[in-house]
T-cell receptor
């Protein structure tokens, strides 16, 4: 158990809908990263928050947004969903701002868009 | 633009054999190179990591070999076991500044 909790584990929704994925980092970790995992693209970095502030953006679509709350949990919002958004979404946390330390991944939220 | 290229995509190894997974990178500013292991239904977990000041790092049956001039690094799994069957991801970052960039993964199957 990594200590990172993601909910929901599975989500099935229709095109055009909006969903919210939630992540609770390990106790004491200030950084939260979101990654998208698909079969053909591997793990794609989406966005990084540190202590409530956005620190880096990757290949995140404009239809997607995220935030980190004062209690350090994070939410990833996906809107106007398309079939291609079906993927595993991982949250990872770490103690510091940088990525040179270990990232602890949750078990992911599997999103299926029909 | 893929910053870290990983090969092979899949690998089948006999029990007791050596598994070798290779990665190549382009950004010479990368200075942290971890390998993550992912079992089905789980998130990736750090297996072993190396920095470019050493050419090799060994932890148990797992070894990272690093070739700075060739901009390549590889994971060797000695005496591969069925329990090693998983997907392995190499990654790279500029420590303290950038998020980890992952390769596309290698699905390893160790058969008895």
């Amino acid at each position: 158990d990594s200590g990172v909790t993601q909910t929901p584990k599975h989500l099935i929704t229709a095109t055009g809908q909006r969903v919210t994925l939630r992540c609770s980092p390990r106790s004491g970790d200030l950084s939260v990263y979101w990654y998208q995992q698909s079969l053909d693209q591997g793990l794609q970095f989406l966005i990084h928050y540190y202590n409530g502030e956005e620190r880096a953006k990757g290949n995140i679509l404009e239809r997607f947004s995220a935030q980190q709350f004062p209690d350090l949990h994070s939410e990833l919002n996906l809107s106007s969903l398309e079939l291609g958004d079906s993927a595993l979404y991982f949250c990872a946390s770490s103690v510091g701002q940088g990525s040179a330390g270990e990232l602890f991944f949750g078990e992911g939220s599997r999103l299926t868009v029909l | 633009q893929q910053q870290v290229k990983q090969s092979p995509q899949s690998l089948i190894v006999q029990k007791g054999g050596i598994s070798i997974i290779n990665c190549a990178y382009e950004n010479t500013a990368f200075d942290y190179f971890p390998w993550y292991q992912q079992f089905p239904g789980k998130g990736p977990a750090l297996l072993i990591a190396i920095r470019p000041d050493v050419s090799e790092k060994k932890e148990g049956r797992f070894t990272i070999s690093f070739n700075k001039s060739a901009k390549q690094f590889s994971l060797h799994i000695m005496d591969s076991q069925p329990g090693d069957s998983a997907t392995y991801f190499c990654a790279a970052s500029i420590s303290g500044n950038t998020p980890l960039v992952f390769g596309k993964g290698t699905r390893l199957s160790v058969i008895a």
